[in-house]
């Protein structure tokens, strides 16, 4: 069945860099639109980024992002190895968060999925000092 796991958090200080892998097993992640979504102790999910699927003529694999990420974060796709990725540049504390990928039908320019996903079980990234 299918499964998707997150690996590449850990603690870093502010300024620092992280990259985080989002693997695929079951599907080809170059099928779906894959997030990242993002969740802070006592704050609500935040979806970070997405990238959306290549399997059809009309889609393109193009990326989206929150506000608060822009020109930090940039999402990608590895199909050989049927992975994606999230590298994390100039963190703040406020990154602070479990990371966690999805796959939905639809990658929003809003961040924001519809539906029932397939979730992976999270990595802790900590920015602080």
């Known amino acids: 069945q299918v499964h998707l796991v997150e690996s590449g958090g850990g603690s870093v200080q502010p300024g620092g860099s992280l990259r985080l892998s989002c693997a695929a097993s079951g599907f080809r992640v170059d099928y779906y639109a894959i997030y990242w979504f993002r969740q802070a102790p006592g704050k609500e999910r935040e979806g970070v980024s997405c990238i959306s699927s290549s399997d059809e003529e009309t889609t393109d694999g193009s990326t989206h992002y929150a506000n608060t990420v822009k020109g930090r974060f940039t999402i990608s796709r590895d199909n050989a190895r049927n992975t994606v990725s999230l590298q994390m540049n100039s963190l703040k504390p406020e990154d602070t968060a479990v990371y966690y990928c999805?796959?939905?039908?639809?990658?929003?320019?809003?961040?924001?999925?519809?539906?029932?996903?397939?979730w992976g079980q999270g990595t802790q990234v900590t920015v602080s000092s």
């Open positions: 999805a796959a939905f039908l639809r990658c929003s320019d809003t961040v924001r999925p519809s539906g029932i996903g397939t």
